[in-house]
């Protein structure tokens, strides 16, 4: 056996038992946090709690490159598009955009029996919506895009619909999307590509493979011009991802 594949199997299960105990420790602050501290002391414990998860991947000896294109301000509304490549995407946007206070759409299945997680998408400020269920899916995004607009933060939205495990781009399901946008005709979006995380778990994550580069592209922020359509506006805010992607390879 290869001594890097040797090293994997070594820190893999190093890295699993502190990522357990992050995710178990942190479950039991978000409580104390929320009820008896209040929402904004559940906010910044849930930031802590992605600093700890980024952190943690330096032991497996990861390295994390941030090509942060965009200017993007505190206390205001974004629309955050990326592809989605593995679980770690999520800690990774949360802690690098942690001045937007990022808020994530997740499927129901995640807001159960995960410890930190599934407390956080009940009880924090997510949409956890029914892909089963098209249609309350979509009254669900309008209602929660009126939060936006008010409290000002940074939504995270990852259209593939799932994983691309392979590092392959996967076409866009614009119907989210392209609801959000139709909502909020006004908001700024900004495309971020993540690439390399897919080669962590490339075996399923036995073992984690180490010393893994994860390039990450954030791009100006955009706004639909005057009589483009929401549909046209998605499509080009793939291609940016996209020309991101291949660029970062």
Known sequence: MPSSRIIDWLLTPIYFVIFLTILV???????????????????????????????SLRIIRTKIEVNHQAKLEAH?????????????????????????????????????????????????????????????????????????????????????????KDG?????????????????PEIEVVPVTIDGCWRIVAHRGLPLLSNQVVRISIAQASTRKEGQSPEDFAGQIERTIASQFMHTR
């Open 25 to 55: 420790l942190f479950d039991l602050l978000q409580r104390i946090a929320l009820y008896c501290l209040g929402k904004t002391a559940h906010l910044r414990c849930v930031k802590l709690l992605n600093l700890c998860l980024f952190y």
């Open 168 to 184: 392959v781009l996967k076409p866009f399901k614009q119907a989210g999307l392209v609801t959000l946008l139709r909502t909020l």
């Open 76 to 164: 205001r509304s974004y629309l955050i598009v990326a592809n989605h490549q593995s679980l770690f995407d999520i800690s990774i946007i949360a802690h690098i955009l942690a001045p937007l206070d990022c808020s994530f759409i997740a499927k129901k299945e995640l807001s159960r029996n995960i410890p930190s997680v599934s407390f956080n998408l009940k009880h924090g400020r997510n949409l956890v919506i029914d892909r089963a269920d098209g249609s309350s899916a979509v009254k669900e995004m309008i209602r929660f895009s009126k939060q936006l607009q008010q409290d000002h933060f940074g939504l995270v939205i990852f259209p593939e619909g799932t994983r691309a």
